[in-house]
């Protein structure tokens, strides 16, 4: 039953999630300056191809899920971006090094089961100087926030495909080696502060 959920209900709760409108400005930022070859990391339904800039030539796509991968055939259809599928485990991707000019990653981190895996093979597959362009939920900055996300987070992880709230972005960034060149945090309207902590940015290559 519980494999069940997370292949073909847990993407669609996903793809209506985070495709709230509301979420749309940050999407246009996060995916402004990107321009060539990009690497998406956790693609989903293809919410981010309405954002993508006109500079993207082409994107390899980094989703596990089938069922995310046939909501996003709609998005996909109309898009006049070039868009593949590429390998399905981003912690593990068989894409070469330094093939990309620029990755993207939102709302993905989170769940991934090492971060820290993914982050290095992003760095490895950006060329030199390339760009990581995140939108990313995670560990709040005030204390009282943090500690209610301590204990509600065994229930986040259980119900939305491992989702963990208490993962510091611009720590995971750093400790991956990448340069932060821009970071915005703040808490995204209409939402529980415990799951709205977003942070926003870019990163390069170091």
Known sequence: MARWYEKHV???????????????PYRDRACAGLAGKILEL??????????????VTGVVAIEPSDTAWRLSAPARTSSATSIERGSLD???????EGSF????????LCTVENPAAALAEIA???????????LEHGLAPE???????????????ALAGGCHLTRSVEGMLRDAGFSITALDCFYA?????????????TATRS
Do not use: W
């Not at 981003?90 to 070469?96: C, K, N, S, V, Y």
């Not at 000019?101 to 993905?108: E, M, N, Q, V, Y």
């Open 124 to 134: 490895r597959v950006l060329k030199p100087g390339g760009t990581l362009h995140f």
């Open 10 to 24: 847990l993407p669609r709760l996903v793809a209506r999630s985070c495709g709230n409108t509301m979420l749309a």
């Open 42 to 55: 956790g693609f989903g339904s293809g919410t981010n191809i309405a954002h993508y800039p006109a500079a």
């Open 101 to 108: 000019d620029a990755a993207l990653s939102t709302f993905t």
């Open 143 to 157: 204390a009282k926030v943090q500690r209610f996300q301590r204990r509600v987070e065994p229930i986040q992880k």
């Open 189 to 201: 309207p209409g939402a529980p502060r415990f799951e709205s902590a977003l942070s926003l940015g």
């Open 90 to 96: 981003g912690q593990i991707l068989a894409e070469a």
